[in-house]
T-cell receptor, first 110, second 115 residues
Framework: QQPVQSPQAVILREGEDAVINCSSSKALYSVHWYRQKHGEAPVFLMILLKGGEQKGHDKISASFNEKKQQSSLYLTASQLSYSGTYFCGTDSGSARQLTFGSGTQLTVLP | GAVVSQHPSWVICKSGTSVKIECRSLDFQATTMFWYRQFPKQSLMLMATSNEGSKATYEQGVEKDKFLINHASLTLSTLTVTSAHPEDSSFYIC???????????FGDGTRLSIL
C-alpha cells in the first residue's frame, strides 16, 4: 500500500522553511527520500533506518518515528535549487523493496 | 557516489516493435535492480524486482511475457518491451542497490514513445 505524503504541493519564497510528511499503514524497516526534477530521474537525498533516526546534511534533514510509522523531511532556508517533486519510499516487506508516495511538488520562488 | 547508467534515453518507434533498455551499475555490484514506470505527474510504480542470476519478480498486473527482464550479471539488467503499443508509452526508470539497507540509485530513465 502506498504511503501518504502531505502536502501535495507547496510554494515557498527563497529562504523560507518547509516540512513534508510521509505516513505508512505498515511497520517500516526504513524510509528513503528522493527529489525529482521535471524530466529527470529521482536523486537520493537520505535514508533513515528504524530506531528513531534523525539525519541531515546542509539545510535538509529528516526524522523517522518508527512507532508512528511516519517520517518528515525538513527543508530549511530553502534555495531555488530545492524546487522539484519530493518522494518518500518506504521499505516494509520481506522483499525489501520501496513503495513510493504520491509525491510533494515543491516550488521555490525568488 | 554510486552511478547507474541507463540507455537509451529516448526511444520513438512504431507500434509492434520490441524495445530493449539497459541498466548498468558502473562503480558497484548491484545484487538487486528494480524497474519502474512513471506516467506524467504520477509516482514511481514498481514493475519488477530483479536479482542477479534468478528470475525477476513481477508486481501484480505487470505482464511478464510483455516486459522481459534479464539480470545476467551483477552490473547489468535489461528490460525488453515486446511488441510495444501506444499504451506502453511512458518513462521507464531502473534503480540498483548492493544491500537492502543501502539506497537505491536511479538511472537517468528512458522515455519511450510508441507511435
Amino acid at each position: 500500500q502506498q504511503p501518504v505524503q502531505s502536502p501535495q504541493a507547496v510554494i515557498l519564497r527563497e529562504g523560507e522553511d518547509a516540512v513534508i510528511n510521509c505516513s505508512s499503514s505498515k511497520a517500516l524497516y526504513s524510509v528513503h527520500w528522493y527529489r525529482q526534477k521535471h524530466g529527470e530521474a529521482p536523486v537520493f537525498l537520505m535514508i533513515l533506518l528504524k530506531g528513531g533516526e534523525q539525519k541531515g546534511h546542509d539545510k535538509i534533514s529528516a526524522s523517522f518515528n518508527e512507532k508512528k510509522q511516519q517520517s518528515s523531511l525538513y527543508l530549511t532556508a530553502s534555495q531555488l535549487s530545492y524546487s522539484g517533486t519530493y518522494f518518500c519510499g518506504t521499505d516494509s516487506g520481506s522483499a525489501r523493496q520501496l513503495t513510493f508516495g504520491s509525491g510533494t511538488q515543491l516550488t521555490v520562488l525568488p | 557516489g554510486a552511478v547507474v547508467s541507463q540507455h537509451p534515453s529516448w526511444v520513438i518507434c512504431k507500434s509492434g516493435t520490441s524495445v530493449k533498455i539497459e541498466c548498468r551499475s558502473l562503480d558497484f555490484q548491484a545484487t538487486t535492480m528494480f524497474w519502474y514506470r512513471q506516467f506524467p505527474k504520477q509516482s514511481l510504480m514498481l514493475m519488477a524486482t530483479s536479482n542477479e542470476g534468478s528470475k525477476a519478480t513481477y508486481e501484480q498486473g505487470v505482464e511478464k511475457d510483455k516486459f522481459l527482464i534479464n539480470h545476467a550479471s551483477l552490473t547489468l539488467s535489461t528490460l525488453t518491451v515486446t511488441s510495444a503499443h501506444p499504451e506502453d508509452s511512458s518513462f521507464y526508470i531502473c534503480s540498483a542497490r548492493w544491500d537492502s539497507n543501502q539506497p537505491q540509485h536511479f538511472g537517468d530513465g528512458t522515455r519511450l514513445s510508441i507511435l
